[in-house]
């Protein structure tokens, strides 16, 4: 067992006690708003993550605040509070995922019917002229790394159980893409968004392409092929997409593995290693650590990629998880970041941009993914 695990699980604990089903402890963007929180994608991440820690350990505490957190926001007829399809946000699918995990484990039909509810926003939600979601409608035209994985995974796995897998083809052809137009042939690494129309003014006129490799956004963007794969039963009439994007994925791991750090960790703008005051940031270095441990619980990857991702749960836990005040504090996190919109011009996508967003503590956009690892870890033990 890695050494920092006994810590981190109690550092999990302490969060859920300090939490209630209106103001959790982790949703830091909320709790600065001081508002309670609605359906979003920052709760999403962390519910989905108390569930794989549910499954991993068998500990139903996980398993009951999860569920009564998604319960209490989700109506009879399945009807979500605080969630509005036609805002046609990309992010608020990702807390439908954990829809699928608790209707598999408890039946509930009002989660069956809220499933069906976010469906609908990915059926309708704007695309680009080459086919892909658009990120928000306030976004028109751009594609985010970050809104691949909030979308993709639950369209790929909708598609699977209810859908016959109708549209297996789209979701392939949006993945392809990002690959097209996204990744940088030199690095390896993704730029953070592509504003198709090339209007955007954060973007390079002639790509479409914004300034810079954001470390949480390709993250995310490796947990969106690592889930959709997970969420894929190809067969044999979609075998060649599959096993290309298995390829996509490996080929990630491997640029990606280039820019780590000797402390395990990955920078905020990892090109940018050696630039002041870049800095090593928990969340994208805990998906990281996620991606690599469950590719290879999954046979994507070779086991010799299990040893960085242990590595980096614990270069986290070195450097970032503390006691302060007789509790434990996991720092280092990146809050938000973003690109535009037109009235936000600070959004620039530029080096100075990243660095000029705040660095908190215990926001789940860093937890989540943490908590994803160590749920591997555990499996590993197991």
């Given at each position: 067992?890695?050494?920092?695990?006994?810590?981190?699980?109690?550092?999990?604990?302490?969060?859920?006690?300090?939490?209630?089903?209106?103001?959790?402890?982790?949703?830091?963007?909320k709790?600065?708003?001081?508002?309670?929180?609605?359906w979003?994608?920052?709760?999403?991440?962390?519910?989905l993550?108390?569930?794989?820690?549910?499954?991993?350990t068998?500990?139903?505490?996980?398993?009951?605040?999860?569920?009564?957190?998604?319960?209490?926001?989700?109506g009879?007829?399945?009807?979500?509070?605080?969630?509005?399809?036609?805002?046609?946000?990309?992010?608020?699918?990702?807390?439908?995922?954990?829809?699928?995990?608790?209707?598999g484990?408890?039946?509930?039909?009002?989660?069956?019917?809220?499933?069906?509810?976010?469906?609908?926003?990915?059926?309708?939600?704007?695309?680009?002229?080459?086919?892909?979601?658009?990120?928000?409608?306030?976004?028109?035209?751009?594609?985010?790394?970050?809104?691949?994985?909030?979308?993709?995974?639950?369209?790929?796995?909708?598609?699977?159980?209810?859908?016959?897998?109708?549209?297996?083809?789209?979701?392939?052809?949006?993945f392809?893409?990002?690959?097209?137009?996204?990744?940088?042939?030199k690095?390896?690494?993704?730029?953070?968004?592509?504003?198709?129309?090339?209007?955007?003014?954060?973007c390079?006129?002639?790509?479409?392409?914004?300034?810079?490799?954001?470390?949480?956004?390709i993250?995310?963007?490796?947990?969106?092929?690592?889930?959709?794969?997970?969420?894929?039963?190809?067969?044999?009439?979609?075998?060649?997409?599959?096993?290309?994007?298995?390829?996509?994925?490996?080929?990630?791991?491997?640029?990606m593995?280039?820019?780590?750090?000797?402390?395990?960790?990955?920078?905020?703008?990892?090109?940018l290693?050696?630039?002041?005051?870049?800095?090593?940031?928990?969340?994208?270095?805990?998906?990281?650590?996620?991606?690599?441990?469950?590719?290879?619980?999954?046979?994507?990857?070779?086991?010799?990629?299990?040893?960085?991702?242990?590595?980096?749960?614990?270069?986290?836990?070195?450097?970032?998880?503390?006691?302060?005040?007789?509790?434990?504090?996991?720092?280092?996190?990146?809050?938000?970041?973003?690109?535009?919109?037109?009235?936000?011009?600070?959004?620039?996508?530029?080096?100075?941009?990243?660095?000029?967003?705040?660095?908190?503590?215990?926001?789940?956009?860093?937890?989540?993914?943490?908590?994803?690892a160590?749920?591997?870890?555990?499996?590993?033990?197991?």
């Amino acid at each position: 067992m890695p050494m920092q695990m006994p810590v981190f699980e109690r550092y999990i604990n302490e969060l859920i006690e300090k939490s209630t089903l209106d103001i959790p402890v982790w949703n830091i963007e909320k709790a600065m708003e001081g508002k309670a929180v609605g359906w979003n994608y920052i709760d999403g991440c962390m519910i989905l993550a108390l569930l794989e820690t549910y499954q991993a350990t068998g500990e139903k505490k996980y398993y009951e605040f999860a569920d009564a957190f998604i319960d209490h926001r989700v109506g009879e007829s399945g009807a979500i509070k605080g969630y509005d399809p036609e805002e046609y946000n990309i992010d608020n699918v990702n807390a439908g995922k954990t829809l699928f995990a608790l209707y598999g484990m408890n039946g509930k039909e009002k989660y069956r019917r809220a499933i069906e509810l976010i469906y609908g926003q990915v059926k309708n939600q704007p695309r680009t002229m080459e086919g892909n979601f658009w990120h928000k409608k306030i976004y028109p035209n751009q594609v985010w790394l970050d809104g691949m994985y909030m979308g993709q995974p639950f369209y790929m796995e909708y598609e699977t159980k209810f859908n016959h897998k109708e549209n297996y083809g789209d979701i392939f052809a949006q993945f392809a893409n990002v690959v097209k137009h996204m990744r940088d042939e030199k690095t390896g690494l993704y730029y953070h968004g592509y504003d198709a129309s090339k209007k955007a003014f954060w973007c390079n006129q002639e790509t479409g392409l914004s300034e810079n490799f954001w470390l949480r956004a390709i993250g995310w963007y490796s947990m969106a092929l690592l889930d959709t794969l997970s969420k894929c039963e190809p067969g044999e009439e979609y075998r060649a997409e599959y096993e290309n994007l298995k390829k996509v994925f490996v080929q990630l791991m491997d640029d990606m593995l280039r820019f780590q750090d000797e402390s395990g960790m990955w920078y905020q703008l990892p090109a940018l290693a050696g630039r002041t005051p870049n800095y090593l940031e928990t969340s994208g270095s805990a998906i990281m650590a996620y991606s690599l441990l469950k590719g290879v619980r999954l046979g994507f990857l070779p086991e010799q990629y299990r040893k960085p991702g242990i590595k980096a749960f614990n270069g986290i836990c070195d450097r970032y998880l503390k006691e302060k005040d007789g509790s434990l504090q996991l720092g280092g996190i990146c809050l938000v970041a973003g690109l535009g919109p037109e009235s936000n011009p600070r959004r620039d996508g530029s080096f100075e941009y990243y660095m000029s967003e705040p660095v908190v503590e215990n926001d789940a956009k860093g937890v989540g993914p943490l908590l994803l690892a160590y749920t591997e870890l555990r499996r590993l033990e197991d």
